[in-house]
C-alpha cells in the first residue's frame, strides 16, 4: 500500500492529494464513489486525521471531490473545464454483465489478506509455500533445456505432458486413458468452467453435493444453471435420488468430488459407487468427478476414483497439480471422450490460445521423475501432522463448542459450531484478532459450520489460529 514519502520536502497533504487525484484519474475511484472516511485513510496511512483533512480541503477546492455532512466524500460526478467532461460511470459497468463476483465472504476474506499478510490464513484452499517441491523442481529446471519453441502450443495441451499423464493417471489412479482423450487446464476451476459454458446451457438442471465447492463458484449461476443438492449425509440414497431428480428435473449433469470432499472431507461409500454409475449409465447422466485430493490419503490405500470403474464411458475425470504439488503452476487436466475434449479445446483456444508450454514441461518433467514418489509421501506426513495439530488445538481452545469427523486425507477440516453465531460477525471478529476462515454458508451449508484449511499455515501457526478463533466465537457468545 502507498505511504507518503516522510523524506519529501513536499508537504504530506500534498502527497496525499496527489495520489488520491492519481488514483481518481485512473478511475480506481470512479465519479460518485464514496472515499474512505477521514479516520479510516488516516490509519492507513500512518498519518494524523488533521493531514487527511487538509488533502481533502485541496481536493474540493479544484472540484474534484465533494464533501456533504452524514453523507461522507465522494468523486465529483464531473469535472469542469471549457465544457463539462464527464467520466465513464465505471460502477455501472463493474455491476452489468453476465459473470458474476465472488460471493461476499470469499471477496472479504481476500480483502483483508491483500491488507494483513500476516493474518494467519486457515481459508485459502491450496498449500504452504515449504511444502510444494521447490527444491526438486528447480534441480529439474537445472538439469533440463524447456521451451525449444516459445510459440502458441496445441491447445489441447503440451503432447509430452498428456503422454505422461497416461502413464500417471494409469499408475496412480487405476484410470486408462489416450494422449488424445486428455485435455491440459489451468487448474479444476477452469475445467469446471469450460464444461458449464460450453457442454450446458441456461436454465438446465444440474445437481450438486450438499455442502459443496461448486456452491461456491459463481459460474454456476452466471452460467444460468439450477442447482439441485444431494446431501452428503444423504449418499448412500444417491442412486435412487438422482432418478427422482431426473424425472421431475430433467437434470443434464452431475457434479461429484467422491474423496475427501470439499469441504466435508468425506470419502463416497466405495460399495454404492457402482450402483449411482449405474443409475447414472440407466439415465445417460454425465458424470463431473472433481479429483483433487486422492493422492493426499494419509493411511491406507487411496479411495478408488469413479473414473475407474466407469465401464460404460459415464465419467468425465477432473484432476490438479495444484492440490499435490504447487497451485502456482497452474496446470490440471479433464479426461473426457475425444468429442468432449475438441469441443473444450477449440473454446480454450478462443480464450486464451493454450496454456505455456513451459510449466507444462515442468510437470511432464516432475511426475516422470524420480522425485514424484518421495515428495508424495512427504506431502502426506506433513498434512497429517498438520491435521493433528490443528485437532489438538480445537481440543484445547474449543472443548464442547464443536464437533468434526477428522478426515484421512485432503486439506480441511469441516466443523460444525454448537453455539448460534452470526457467521459474518464471527469472520469479522476473527480478522480483528489475526485469523482468517471459510464461513459454511460459502459451500451451501448454514452457517453453523466452518471450514479450516491446516495446509496453508505454517505448523507454528496452527495453535495460535484456533485460540484466534476461539476468543473471536467467546466474545460473540
Same mark, same amino acid.
Given at each position: ?5 516522510r ?5 504530506l ?8 487525484q ?18 479510516k ?14 488533502a481533502?480541503?485541496?481536493? %474540493? ?17 464531473s ?11 465505471w ?16 471477496r472479504r ?27 526438486e523442481?528447480?534441480?529439474?529446471m ?9 510459440g ?30 486428455i485435455?491440459?487446464t489451468?487448474?479444476s ?13 441456461p ?24 442447482l ?14 438422482? %432418478? ?7 437434470i ?11 469441504p466435508?472431507?468425506?470419502v463416497?461409500?466405495?460399495q ?17 468427478e ?13 479411495p478408488?476414483s469413479l ?7 459415464t ?15 497452474r ?5 473426457a471422450?475425444n468429442?468432449?475434449?475438441? %469441443?473444450?479445446?477449440?473454446? %480454450? ?6 496454456l505455456?508450454?513451459?510449466p507444462?514441461?515442468?510437470v ?5 521423475s ?9 506431502l502426506?506426513?506433513?498434512?497429517q ?7 489438538e488445538?480445537?481440543?484445547n481452545?474449543l ?10 486425507g485432503?486439506l480441511?477440516?469441516?466443523? &460444525? ?5 452470526q457467521?459474518? &460477525? ?8 489475526g485469523?482468517?476462515?471459510v ?15 491446516y ?10 489460529g484456533?485460540?484466534?478463533?476461539a476468543?473471536?466465537l467467546?466474545?460473540?457468545?
Amino acid at each position: 500500500m502507498w505511504k507518503p514519502d516522510r523524506q519529501s520536502k513536499k508537504p504530506l497533504y500534498e502527497q496525499i492529494a496527489d495520489h488520491l487525484q492519481q488514483r481518481i484519474a485512473y478511475s480506481e475511484f470512479p465519479p460518485g464513489s464514496l472515499l474512505p472516511s477521514e479516520r479510516k485513510l488516516a490509519e492507513q496511512l500512518g498519518v494524523n486525521r488533521s493531514t487527511v483533512v487538509q488533502a481533502f480541503a485541496e481536493l %474540493r477546492s479544484i472540484g474534484i471531490i465533494e464533501s456533504q455532512t452524514g453523507s461522507g466524500t465522494r468523486v465529483s460526478m464531473s469535472k469542469w473545464g471549457a465544457t463539462p467532461k464527464y467520466t465513464p460511470n465505471w460502477n455501472r459497468y463493474a455491476e452489468s454483465g453476465n459473470f458474476l463476483p465472488n460471493p461476499a465472504f470469499l471477496r472479504r476474506i481476500r480483502e483483508a489478506l491483500n491488507q494483513e499478510p500476516s493474518l494467519i490464513d486457515m481459508a485459502s484452499g491450496d498449500l504452504a509455500g515449504d511444502m510444494a517441491p521447490i527444491h526438486e523442481i528447480t534441480k529439474l529446471m537445472s538439469e533440463n533445456q524447456y521451451a525449444s519453441y516459445l510459440g502458441y502450443d496445441n491447445p489441447q495441451g503440451y503432447i509430452p505432458l498428456r503422454e505422461a499423464l497416461v502413464t500417471f493417471l494409469d499408475k496412480y489412479r487405476s484410470i486408462p486413458s489416450t494422449p488424445s482423450s486428455i485435455l491440459i487446464t489451468s487448474g479444476s476451476q477452469q475445467s469446471l468452467f469450460l464444461i458449464t459454458q460450453c457442454l450446458l446451457s441456461p436454465g438446465d438442471a444440474v445437481a450438486i453435493e450438499d455442502p459443496s465447492y461448486c456452491y461456491s463458484l459463481p459460474m454456476f449461476h452466471s452460467a444460468g444453471l439450477r442447482l439441485f443438492r444431494l446431501p452428503i449425509e444423504e449418499r448412500d440414497v444417491y442412486p435412487e435420488t438422482i %432418478r427422482n431428480l431426473y424425472k421431475k428435473h430433467r437434470i443434464r449433469m452431475v457434479f461429484l468430488n467422491p474423496n475427501f470432499q470439499n469441504p466435508s472431507g468425506t470419502v463416497f461409500n466405495v460399495q454404492r459407487r457402482k450402483s449411482f454409475l449405474d443409475a447414472a449409465s440407466e439415465l445417460g447422466l454425465p458424470i463431473v468427478e472433481d479429483d483433487p485430493f486422492s493422492l493426499t490419503a494419509y493411511n491406507g490405500p487411496v479411495p478408488p476414483s469413479l473414473k475407474a470403474i466407469d465401464a460404460n464411458g459415464t465419467v468425465i475425470y477432473i484432476g490438479s497439480f495444484s492440490k499435490i504439488a504447487a497451485s502456482g503452476m497452474r496446470i490440471g487436466w479433464m479426461v473426457a471422450p475425444n468429442a468432449i475434449v475438441e %469441443r473444450l479445446a477449440d473454446a %480454450r483456444q478462443q480464450m486464451d490460445f493454450g496454456l505455456s508450454v513451459i510449466p507444462q514441461q515442468v510437470v511432464a518433467q516432475f511426475i516422470n521423475s524420480a522425485y514424484f514418489e518421495p515428495h508424495l509421501e512427504r506431502l502426506r506426513m506433513q498434512l497429517q501432522f498438520k491435521r493433528d495439530l490443528l485437532i489438538e488445538s480445537i481440543e484445547n481452545e474449543l472443548p464442547g463448542l464443536m464437533t468434526y469427523e477428522a478426515p484421512k486425507g485432503g486439506l480441511h477440516l469441516w466443523c &460444525k459450531l454448537h453455539p448460534d453465531v452470526q457467521d459474518g &460477525k464471527l469472520l469479522e471478529e476473527a480478522i480483528k484478532r489475526g485469523m482468517v476462515f471459510v464461513p459454511g454458508s460459502v459451500y451451501g451449508s448454514d452457517a453453523s459450520y466452518v471450514r479450516f484449511n491446516y495446509a496453508r499455515a505454517k505448523a507454528d501457526e496452527i495453535g495460535p489460529g484456533i485460540a484466534k478463533f476461539a476468543a473471536a466465537l467467546r466474545e460473540l457468545m
